[in-house]
């Protein structure tokens, strides 16, 4: 795989030789249970894969690359370039403005570019009608594009679905900027419809079999589907592909949920006709770091910490993950661990941050889960490790841990 050049501040010297090793022992990644790392009164249990993905490098080598090429020039980024503050506020530092906020609030007017500004494409992609006022300004929205390679397959992807006259069910959140993206790119040539979840595909399910009627389905999808959306033409033929960072499975089980909605509807000998088998369209960072998830949720721990952006939404599905074994505790830096007793962090149920005391557990060893998002770099996991590392005596030599771990991964 392509090797990236993103600033040494990103990187962590520790992880990295982690990582160097964990591959060289298991190239073919097939292996998703965790590093042990045992420093004495707390242990660590790190997982397989976690950390920038390589949309998000990629993402991040043109960003600085267009800041050091173009000296003097404004440079404006269309939004977050991926959903980390550090990386978005390391960018800011350099004189980058940004045009929007994550929900597509315009901060700066159109009416204020000219031709020859700089303006970034995020790694979520953008719309077609962005790309048209870009090019209207006289600014190519293409030579500065961080557009992750993944995303444009599953717009790819939605482009044949829609020449074959399928319809395209996006499995996204409606909000993101790449489902949103997604959703511009695939309305050019089919017709489509955003659900969330397996609740809406059930949904979903019964107005295609005609178990709700189509007064329910724009109701309940109001403004998530495209122009002109007809119930009983367009739910005909479909075909799902997702927002990348989604969970793999949850999209794997809302395809198959659907395939067989249209099996029951049309029958085995018509399904070809019907159902388009889209599986190709999975983001396989996403996919990895969720797999790894669970080889963590393998091992006993007293509690998980995951790091990243709060408006991730790939770190948001680990921690939701989590969660749903042991206490989990969503933060975005080391400086969310205030002390042993008290810890800032997101909560998943109110989308807010909060403080929760007496989060440690008073025992020995003190096990802990430790994980990231795809957005998130590696530097701010090893700093939340050696912020945890403080909390206490006689902990054993980092070099030491690494050379045990190196050893075992020979």
Known sequence: MKKFNIPGFYRSSFITKIKEARNLKDPRKVDFSPTLLDFGPIRFYLARH?????????????????????????IFLLSEIIH????????????????????????????????????????????????????????NPYKYSTTCPFVEKVWNRSHQLGENKYTVIVHGKHY?????????????????????????????????????????FYSFFKGKYSDGFDVKRDLDRIGVVNQTTMLASETQAIAEYLKNTMLKKFGEAELIEHFADTKDTLCYATNENQEATYGLLKKDADFAIVVG??????????????????????ISSAQKIITKKEINHFN???????????????????N?????GASCPDA???EVLQRLLTFFDNTKNIDKILEKVLGDNL
């Open 50 to 74: 976690f950390g920038f993905c390589y949309g998000v490098e990629n993402a991040i080598e043109i960003s600085y690359k267009t800041v050091e090429e173009n000296p003097g020039k404004r």
């Open 84 to 139: 980390n503050p550090g990386v978005n506020n390391e960018l800011m530092n350099r004189g980058v403005k940004f045009l929007m906020d994550a929900a597509g609030r315009q901060l700066i007017s159109w009416d204020e570019l000219n031709k020859d500004d700089i303006v970034i494409i995020p790694a979520f992609g953008t719309t077609i009608e962005i790309q048209n006022r870009l090019n209207e300004i006289g600014i």
């Open 176 to 216: 993101h900027e790449e489902t949103r993206a997604t959703f511009s790119h695939s309305i050019r040539n089919a017709h489509v419809v955003i659900i969330k979840n397996i609740e809406e595909a059930q949904f979903l399910s019964s107005i295609i079999l005609s178990q709700k009627d189509k007064e329910e």
């Open 309 to 330: 952006g709060y408006n991730s939404s790939n770190t948001l599905h680990i921690a939701e993950l989590c969660e749903r074994k042991l206490k989990t505790y969503f």
């Open 348 to 366: 998943l149920n109110e989308k807010v941050e909060i403080l929760t005391k007496n989060y440690f557990p008073a025992k020995n060893p003190v």
């Open 368 to 372: 802990v889960i430790l994980t990231s």
């Open 380 to 382: 701010i996991v090893d």
